[in-house]
């Protein structure tokens, strides 16, 4: 759990490269979390990543210029509980981001 603090920073990188293996890094991370889950149910890895400021950054990747890294943070948040709406919200997303790249 020592390395996710320092992944949860490089979120903030101003190179795409480094960001995706990051958020490659966490996805895997927060999947096995999802197999180690607590006797409530949660994830002590998603614990960890939010109590770092990582659902903030994950949030603000969303808005990034890069349309991987836009989906892959929208895809993680699937972890911290926001999978109700994500399907629908991820569509409707992806179609919007989409009218505004020209043709």
Do not use: W
Request: charged share 30%; hydrophobic share 35%; proline share 3%.
């Amino acid at each position: 759990m020592d390395c996710i603090n320092p992944m949860v920073e490089l979120l903030t990188s101003a190179d795409s490269r480094v960001i995706k293996v990051i958020l490659d890094g966490l996805e895997n991370i927060l999947e096995i979390g999802n197999k180690k889950s607590n006797e409530s149910n949660q994830n002590p890895f998603s614990i960890t990543i939010e109590q770092s400021g990582g659902l903030e950054k994950l949030e603000n990747l969303q808005q990034h210029s890069d349309n991987d890294i836009y989906e892959h943070s929208v895809l993680l948040e699937k972890f911290f509980g926001a999978e109700e709406d994500l399907s629908e919200n991820f569509e409707k997303s992806i179609l919007e981001k989409n009218k505004q790249i020209p043709d």
